[in-house]
């Protein structure tokens, strides 16, 4: 069980990664203007959102792992 806990958990991880990469680059490429491009407007965007919610649950994932190890 530990073994599936792990592999789900980096799976979840990378594609959240992954994930949010492209999404960066949508967000920068749409954004017209200069004040759109500060970080503060890039993390806290909602298109984001998904890709924290399974970074998140795969970081839970991986130390729920641990834990039982």
Same mark, same amino acid.
């Given at each position: !069980? $530990?073994? +599936?806990?792990?592999?789900?958990?980096? %799976?979840?991880?990378? +594609?959240? &990664? +992954?994930?949010?990469?492209? $999404?960066?680059? @949508? =967000?920068?490429?749409? %954004? !017209?203007?200069? $004040?759109?491009?500060?970080? @503060? /407007? !890039?993390?806290? /965007? @909602?298109?984001? &959102?998904?890709?924290?919610? &399974? =970074?998140g649950a795969g &970081? %839970?994932?991986?130390? %729920?792992? /641990?834990?039982?190890?």
């Amino acid at each position: !069980m $530990e073994p +599936i806990l792990s592999f789900t958990a980096v %799976a979840l991880l990378v +594609i959240g &990664l +992954i994930g949010q990469g492209f $999404e960066f680059r @949508k =967000i920068r490429t749409s %954004a !017209m203007r200069d $004040e759109d491009l500060s970080s @503060k /407007n !890039m993390f806290t /965007n @909602k298109r984001n &959102l998904r890709w924290y919610v &399974l =970074i998140g649950a795969g &970081l %839970a994932l991986w130390y %729920a792992g /641990n834990m039982f190890s």
